[in-house]
């Protein structure tokens, strides 16, 4: 179904308000001369986390021994929370050239399992790399969830509204990383885009559920990482005709994608399954990708090498392009 004329009427208003607060930026000043790169621990981390994950009948922490206290993972068996889940640190990545005197965008990449950020994140996934390489002007958020484990858990990211309160505090410490104060405004309110690998589709579905950031959240781009939830993809697809989703998948997750596609189509909900030049608000993209394609591999080859850097350079709207120089009189 096609946004109606005042869904396109809203979208347009929250655009305008969006380069209106970029507007006040000085544009030279704020633009990033080197690019910016830190491994924090965040107040909003999804982990240490100790409730009960919804649909569950038990704690997260259901096992103790020694003093210590550990989650049984279906796939993994027994991680003690010293080791696994206590891992505060997120990630933040500001490109050369990056400037919120443009209208620009938070990437929130959420990992998969049995990875952490220095190693998989950042040295085998050049995701920072791949970010800055896409021309997109947008900044990079990648919390740490469960440490080198088999383990999807989303962490506090189950509860409503915590997303939000994550959204928040990276903001405010990205600003504070690119060092100009009358960026602060503009870096504090960029509007978000999920990407998510693998595991990361836990977190992602209830940041997308109950994460509190409305349609703040202007996209969702999963690698290989429809296995569950797709009840709650397919409901926010339906309710957030303006956004973007992305699923481009091996056969790995190929039977998930294909029983989303159904659920869309019984909601009549339209979506394309070959990869388009712009991947424009109201996209419902689709993309399947050869049998020889690598699910461990997918974030670096899929469809093609630096399949993050490819897919992110096809959003249209927030090109990192830098302010015109001043004429010599």
């Given amino acids: 179904m096609r946004p109606t004329a005042a869904q396109r009427l809203l979208a347009g208003v929250l655009s305008a308000m969006l380069v209106s607060s970029t507007m006040l930026v000085p544009a030279r000043a704020a633009q990033a001369k080197s690019a910016k790169f830190e491994l924090v621990a965040f107040d909003s981390s ?18 103790e021994q020694d003093g210590r206290r550990g989650h049984t993972s279906p796939r993994g068996g027994v991680y003690w929370e010293d080791a696994t889940y ?10 050369r050239g990056f400037n919120p005197a443009l ?9 998969g399992n049995m990875a952490n950020l220095a190693g998989v994140v950042h040295r085998h996934q050049q995701v920072p790399r791949q970010v800055s390489a896409s021309g997109l002007n947008a900044v990079l958020v990648a919390p740490q969830f469960a440490v080198n484990a088999l383990d999807s858990s ?6 409503a509204g915590q997303f939000r309160g994550f959204v928040e505090e990276a903001g405010v410490r990205l600003a504070r990383l690119h060092g100009h104060s009358r960026a602060r405004a503009a870096i504090e309110n960029l509007p978000v885009i999920i990407v998510a690998y693998s595991g990361g589709y836990a977190p992602a579905a209830w940041a997308a559920h109950h994460g509190g950031i409305g349609d703040r959240l202007r996209g969702i781009i999963l690698l290989d990482a429809l296995y569950a939830e797709l009840d709650k993809f397919a ?7 303006s956004a973007i989703f992305f699923s481009a998948y091996s056969r790995s997750s190929r039977d998930e994608n294909v029983a989303l596609q159904t659920l869309l189509a019984e909601r009549r909900i339209d979506f394309q399954s070959t990869l388009p030049q712009r991947l424009g608000p109201g996209r419902v993209v689709f993309l399947a990708t050869a049998e020889e394609v690598l699910h461990g591999e997918f974030v670096t080859k899929a469809w093609v090498d630096d399949p993050l850097r490819d897919v992110l350079a096809r959003i249209p709207g927030y090109p990192r392009t830098p302010p015109p120089k001043a004429r010599k009189r």
């Fill in 103 to 111: 209208p620009a965008v938070m990437i929130v990449y959420l990992h």
């Fill in 235 to 241: 409901a926010w697809i339906e309710g957030h005709h």
């Fill in 154 to 159: 989303a962490g506090r990211f189950y509860e």
């Fill in 46 to 63: 999804p982990f240490p986390y100790a409730g009960q994950p919804p649909g569950q009948d038990k704690p997260f922490y259901d096992v």
């Fill in 86 to 95: 206590s891992d505060r640190r997120v990630l933040l990545h500001i490109p």
